[in-house]
């Protein structure tokens, strides 16, 4: 019996597939670094997450070990028998919640965050490996990598990330044929591929008001290639209050000019 042909159609792996392939190799070096960074430290690597999650935590209320657990995309057993170790261990303390008596918060002990720290560093031999990649190829990397967590919290996958892509701030496309070809208005200022970020501390989420363009919007003109209006920089059609100035002089003077003529 012929042995199948691994390169037709009806056999050869699709991209996808592919592409979870190669992240799977990457994954299985991630988890390695992790384990024996970990392991030096006395800690598990979710251990180690959770002590990066709360020292990145923003919120004024601080974070609980529900908070944790949707934060990881863990269950709450997972999260609170980590976080019960890390308190034995004096890296994590339970406080009281001065808004709400009946909750706990955790905070990090002063060796908790210097912990913290270094449990936030990536592991060496993939940055070097992602340095080693040409620009292009970091940046297009970097936004198959931002539409990829985008469909995972499509899904309920992964929580909500503070991504640019969905962030009231970025205006893709708005520099057409440029490095940087999108805006970023909080910086004011234009940002490329290379510049997206996975999680911005600046991030305020697109949609929540009528000034806004809805998430759906936003990114669907980052994926084609448009830009969001007709005005440059602006907000959701409406130009910079610059931009509307400088537009109504000049209607004002072809106005005069056809009056006078």
Known sequence: MPRPDPTSPAHAPTTAQRVVAGLSKVALVFRHAQWAASRERGLTPTQAQILAVVAG?????GMGVKAVAAQMAVTMATASEAVGALVEKGLLRKETDE?????VVLTLTARGGREAARASEWPGAIVEAVDAMPESERATLLRGLVGMVRSMQERGM????????????????EHPGQAKPHHCQFIGAPIGDADLRLDCAEMEPTGNDADTPTRAR????????????QYGPGRNGRARPGVRASMLRRAVSESLKGTSS
């Open 218 to 229: 936003l990114w669907e003109v980052f994926v084609n290639g448009q830009p969001l209006d």
């Open 57 to 61: 935590n923003r919120e004024p209320r």
């Open 158 to 173: 992964v929580p909500t990330a503070r991504m640019c892509v969905e962030c009231r701030y970025f205006r893709p496309n």
């Open 99 to 103: 808004a709400d008596g009946r909750a």
